[in-house]
């Protein structure tokens, strides 16, 4: 029995108000399903936030209906459960993947929490806030004796714990049972494979890189999805990789060297098939901030489809002379947890963007043409 295990598609999610990037992880949603039908497994596993938004745009819902279409085709069901992303907190809302029944997806609810494919236990454990943690333990405990009393028994849970995501984590280790042969976890974007309790407790990761705090594990791990062979004693996980879309670059740059350092990462990206995302780390020592955005700028926008910057400052900490980065992209994911509505959170991110860069005038281009487009 073997299964492919993805989460944190994220579709629909406009990166930094930018088209290119929603389309990026349109893409990446339907590379991974692609791949997952060559594999040829016997079901898939979606551990939550498969949308961006609790309310997605056509585009996105078009999107999701052709992927789960094609592998209803090839007669690859799918079992799947809500993130944060995907739930509207107001009472008796639809999540939108129960729009998919009739394509082969099962959603698993706090109603419905579990199902058995074969002779395989499938429970599933939606997003639960540590508010509710009472709850979320019941459930567990709920699922864990129903699990006893068969051979294979896997559990989907999109939850933080305090070993992966410590500063906001909705779940303790000590209280996951340890009778599931698998834990399909969602809700952290690094891919992570772990032994735990009587198997493997694994992280897929995001489909896409959804935030720059991302990066240094796409790095080392790359993107994709785990295929999961249950046949053995424990699970056997394989990690295959879909290859994203556009480059995704971070690069470091000393204003000591600053016409170099440019230059060598203008020549590196010039011959990329598509404009890459760029990151850029910078060490300032009290170069002129407005200055340094306009030469930046001036020689980089025109080959990259968006350059985000973040600067490295010296601190005195008693001991000597330190480094600490200060990662602007952060912004983002604070202003869409708190502005909820996504055109108004997309406009703050690339206003804030823009002004922070000293692109005034790009900041109030932005504002016309959303202020334009809501008086339409």
């Known amino acids: 029995m073997r299964f492919a295990h993805l989460s944190d598609s994220h579709i629909g999610f406009r990166q930094y108000g930018l ?156 209280d996951i049972p340890r009778n599931f042969h698998y834990y399909a976890m969602g809700h952290v974007h690094a891919r992570i494979n772990e032994s735990f309790g009587k198997g493997r407790l694994v992280y897929p990761g995001s489909s896409e890189l959804w935030s720059a705090n991302e990066y240094d594990d796409y790095r080392r791990n790359g993107k994709g999805f785990a295929l999961v062979d249950l046949d053995g004693d424990e699970p056997v996980v394989q990690r295959v990789d879909v290859e994203l879309e556009r480059e995704i670059l971070r690069e470091r740059i000393d204003t000591k060297r600053l016409e170099d350092d440019v230059s060598k990462i203008r020549t590196k990206i010039s011959g990329l098939p598509k404009k890459p995302l760029l990151y850029l780390d910078i060490k300032d020592e009290g170069f002129e901030r407005s200055a340094l955005h306009y030469m930046i700028n001036s020689k980089l926008s025109g080959l990259a489809l968006s350059v985000r910057t973040s600067f490295i400052s010296l601190e005195n900490d008693g001991k000597g002379r330190v480094s600490r980065s200060f990662d602007l992209p952060q912004i983002d994911e604070i202003i869409r947890e708190t502005i909820k509505d996504r055109k108004k959170a997309d406009l703050a991110s690339a206003l804030f963007r823009h002004l922070s860069e000293g692109n005034d005038e790009q900041a109030a281009e932005v504002a016309e043409k959303f202020y334009g487009s809501v008086g339409a």
């Open 19 to 174: 088209y290119e990037r929603e389309e990026d992880f349109y893409r990446a949603f339907e590379k991974t399903v692609a791949k997952i039908i060559e594999e040829k497994p016997d079901f898939v596993l979606h551990s939550g936030d498969l949308f961006d938004a609790p309310k997605p745009q056509p585009r996105a819902l078009w999107v999701a209906q052709r992927c789960f279409s094609r592998l209803k085709e090839m007669g690859i069901p799918v079992y799947a459960i809500t993130g944060n992303h995907d739930v509207l907190l107001r009472r008796g809302a639809m999540p939108p993947q129960m729009l998919f029944r009739d394509m082969g997806v099962r959603l698993l609810t706090e109603e419905e929490p579990y199902v058995l494919h074969g002779n395989v236990f499938i429970g599933g454990i939606p997003y639960i806030s540590r508010h509710s943690s009472d709850r979320l333990k019941e459930m567990l405990t709920m699922l864990s004796e129903k699990a006893r009393k068969h051979r294979r028994a896997v559990i989907m849970m999109h939850q933080g714990t305090d070993r992966h995501l410590p500063k906001a984590f909705e779940l303790e280790m000590a």
